[in-house]
């Protein structure tokens, strides 16, 4: 006989997870299949960043629930997962740089975002050891922060299953019946087939495959990013660093002393392929010294490379889809763990009531791609 459920979620990242514990919050049964272990996508590999500078309004609004989420979640989930406000600096290399950050800032503080532009000088107060040659200023956001994936998943899936909900690892979902314009059940490599009247597609990568299943479109592709980590050294409380120049990066030190950063390859690698290059390691590693010198003798301990799911716009797609009970959460960029939070709780508010917390048209199914926005 099929096992039934509220709702089946796939993927267990920190979009399926944080999803899944919304819904279990609000009494729903649920079961999460996850083909592998739980962050074995993109959330095990991302390099732990939180910001609320953004240059959307859905996307600032989503981004400072998160942060509201994430401050809280030792208290309401029971376990530390290494949350800081250590802030993000935008750093503006060039007059353009600076035009767009001052109008974002304003933006952003329509919100009641707690950002400022700042000078060079004063950039530098937060960071003595940056290099300010060529530096015109930059943006700052001491709320934004950091925080373990492995810890946030951890914590989201334990108060599913504590709220009566099930996880399933290691089988995959290979199929999805839909009768009627509307989703029935999955079916599970081992076999298996359970029953939902909802269906959510948290697959990040494997997105578009998933949503072939159900006959569903999604324009989704994932590129490789590499990234890497240095060893721990006596911390120094150096926020997000994000160099916009054509050789920049954006990095920051964990609370547990390591440096962890990543930037965005000139040309894009198509693909799920998560190999490593040498380039990378020594170009990162060029990049980083030349923003904090003093970084010059720190040894790098591992690389590793995963993948951004990209939309055409950059933001991501949350929303029901044509087929009728078939939700997605998908196109997470290079975002998805800072917004994963916040967009958990909100779809799992819209599975249940039909409502959005604040207008989230921006992320709609089936709207059509404009230009990407500035500060992707
Ligand atoms: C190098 C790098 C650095 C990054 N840095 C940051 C950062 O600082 N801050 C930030 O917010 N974001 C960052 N990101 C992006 C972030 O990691 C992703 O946006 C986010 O993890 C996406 O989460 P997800 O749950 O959608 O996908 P995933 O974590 O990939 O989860 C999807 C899961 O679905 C499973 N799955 C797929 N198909 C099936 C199936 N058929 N059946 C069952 N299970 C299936 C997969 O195994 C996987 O575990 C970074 C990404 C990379 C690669």
Known sequence: MTKSYDAIIIGGGIIGTATGYYLSKQGLTVLLL???????????????????????????????????????????????????????????????????????????????LDVDYLSAEECK???????????????????DGQASPFFVVQAYAENMVKNGCEIIRGDEVTGITVKSGRVESVTTASGAVYGAPMIVNAAGPWAREVGRMAGVELEVEPERHEALITEGVAYMNIPMLV????????????TTGQFIGCYTPEHQVKGRDTGST????????RRMCRLIPALEDVAILRQWSGSYSMTPDGSPIVDETSVAGFFCSVGMSGHGFMLGPALGESLAGYMVNKTWPFDMSEFAFGRSFGAKEDLA
């Open 34 to 112: 996850e083909k592998d272990y739980l962050t074995a996508g993109s959330t095990g590999r991302c390099i732990t960043g939180i910001r609320q500078q953004f240059s959307t309004p859905a996307t600032i609004k989503t981004a400072m629930r998160s942060v509201a989420l994430f401050s809280r979640m030792e208290e309401e989930l029971g376990r530390d997962v290494e949350w800081t406000n250590s802030g993000y600096i935008f750093l503006a290399h060039d007059e353009q740089k600076v035009e767009t950050f001052k109008k974002t800032v304003a933006l952003q503080k329509q919100f009641g």
């Open 278 to 285: 040498l380039e990378f390691i020594a170009e990162m590693a």
């Open 243 to 254: 160099d916009y120049r054509k050789e920049g990066g954006y990095f920051v030190q964990r």
């Open 125 to 143: 107060k937060i960071v003595p050891m940056l290099n300010i040659d060529g530096l015109l200023g930059g943006t700052w956001c001491p709320s």
